[in-house]
């Protein structure tokens, strides 16, 4: 559980500042496998298979989302679209 919280942290931290939609789809899933967890946790007579089932969907969910994500990036991206951050829409800072 611990390993899946931190997955799902990074993956909102990424979400938040990418451009990019794909880390969003893999935070939700990740998120997903969070509640399924905790369903679990909280109602002990769900049968297993349907345990493992839904955390295993969720799970490859989330890696299909990465690799759709860096299969859709274009060979010829230049370095800004490379990072993918949004470092464009910070505010100015006054000095």
Do not use: E
């Amino acid at each position: 559980m611990t390993i899946d919280v931190g997955v799902t942290g990074s993956f909102f931290w990424l979400a938040t500042r990418s451009t990019r939609f794909w880390p969003i789809w893999a935070f939700g899933f990740a998120l997903a496998d969070i509640v399924i967890s905790m369903a679990g946790a909280i109602l002990p007579r769900t049968q297993l298979f349907a345990y493992h089932t839904g955390l295993g969907i969720y799970a490859y969910l989330a890696l299909g989302a990465l690799a759709l994500g860096t299969y859709r990036l274009p060979r010829d991206a230049t370095p800004q679209q490379r990072r993918g951050l949004r470092a464009q829409w910070k505010a100015p800072t006054q000095i």
